[in-house]
């Protein structure tokens, strides 16, 4: 099966930088994708990696490193409506590409 | 961009009663769709997938009997909550998937069992 591991909650202030890791295991590995969600809402995706390597787009990056098991969200310049939580997924390649499981969950915090 | 779109929104309702979702791919055919449960403050559990004319399949843990699905078309799946009680709370996503592969999610539906 597939299990993926995120610190529960960070927080920080506006302006500022934030990582928020993920560790997984899979019987197979076909990318680690991020979303955001905000309270009651629906996850809008993020980003994507399909191979190691930093993925940037706008304020946010992502990272992974498939040796290692491990990716990681970047925000930069935070903003207030950067409070949500974000949730790192793999895609189940054993039973569908489209199959997504999901991270723990990471809740953020900004505040000024 | 693609949408897909769920209702009700929110639902209330009695203990026993049944409760339908429905989930709508607006702009793509959706050959599969996937329903998520969602407790407060926790992760999106993946509770089925669903292709299009042929049975749900079910994760481990979920009683199929409880939670019926039904995609009879490329644009339309239901989630019907069968004799609902108060455990049944939750929040309900569901996501759809064309062709492309893209994932699509949808706005949600809360349901609240009295």
């Known amino acids: 099966g597939q299990s993926l591991e995120q610190p529960s909650e960070v927080t920080a202030v506006e302006g500022a930088i934030v990582q928020i890791n993920c560790t997984y295991q899979?019987?197979?590995?076909?990318?680690l994708s991020w979303y955001q969600q905000h309270d009651g809402g629906a996850p809008t995706f993020l980003s994507y990696?399909?191979?190691?390597g930093l993925e940037e787009t706008g304020r946010f990056s992502s990272f992974l490193s498939r040796s290692d098991s491990y990716g990681y969200l970047l925000l930069q310049e935070l903003q207030m409506k950067d409070s949500a939580s974000y949730f790192c997924?793999?895609?189940?390649?054993?039973?569908?590409?489209?199959?997504?499981?999901f991270g723990t969950g990471t809740r953020l915090l900004v505040s000024p | 961009g693609a949408v897909v779109s769920q209702h009700p929104s929110w639902v209330i309702c009695k203990s026993g009663t049944s409760v339908k979702i429905e989930c709508r791919s607006l702009?793509?055919?959706?050959?599969?769709m996937f329903w998520y449960r969602q407790f407060p403050k926790q992760s999106l559990m993946l509770m089925a997938t669903?292709?299009?004319?042929?049975?749900?399949?079910?994760e481990q843990g979920v009683e199929k009997d409880k939670f019926l699905i039904n995609h009879a078309s490329l644009t339309l799946s239901t989630l019907t909550v069968t004799s609902a009680h108060p455990e049944d709370s939750s929040f309900y996503i569901c996501?759809?998937?064309?062709?492309?592969?893209?994932?699509?999610f949808g706005e949600g539906s809360r349901l609240t069992v009295l």
């Open positions: 996501s759809a998937g064309g062709t492309t592969g893209e994932l699509f």
């Open positions: 899979t019987s197979g590995f076909y990318g």
């Open positions: 990696n399909a191979l190691d």
């Open positions: 997924a793999v895609r189940d390649a054993n039973t569908g590409f489209q199959k997504l499981v």
């Open positions: 702009d793509f055919q959706a050959t599969t």
């Open positions: 669903s292709n299009e004319g042929s049975k749900a399949t079910y």
